[in-house]
Nanobody
């Protein structure tokens, strides 16, 4: 059974930083591309960042580029999202996702293979 478990969310002030983690089990992590999405209250889920299975390719949403960094440790079956210079509009539930197709993670999220249950990030003004 595949599980993606996010952690690291919480309450932070504007300008602060958080590091999210997503621990994967039940799949061959090193062959899966991994992504982060978020869903703010009353809004649709949106793409945040993706990293290829090798870590050699990354891509970010324009709203987080330059502030967020995605990385992975295949030895630990874990993907990370370092979030800096946080803004109130970054407040959302953040979800981890896994897919064998890199493009699904930023072009076709409806087709993503696996999702985590999310972790809440709240940025206070």
């Amino acid at each position: 059974q595949v599980q993606l478990v996010e952690s690291g969310g919480g309450l932070v002030q504007t300008g602060g930083s958080l590091r999210l983690s997503c621990a994967a089990s039940g799949l061959s992590f090193s062959v899966y591309n991994m992504g982060w999405f978020r869903q703010a209250p009353g809004k649709e889920r949106e793409f945040v960042a993706v990293i290829s299975w090798s870590g050699g390719a990354v891509y970010y949403a324009g709203s987080v580029k330059g502030r967020y960094a995605i990385s992975r440790d295949n030895a630990k079956n874990t993907v990370y999202l370092q979030m800096n210079s946080l803004k109130p509009e970054d407040t959302a539930v953040y979800y981890c996702a896994a897919d064998l197709d890199y493009s699904d993670l930023h072009k076709s999220p409806a087709g993503v293979d696996y999702w985590g249950k999310g972790t809440l990030v709240t940025v206070s003004s």
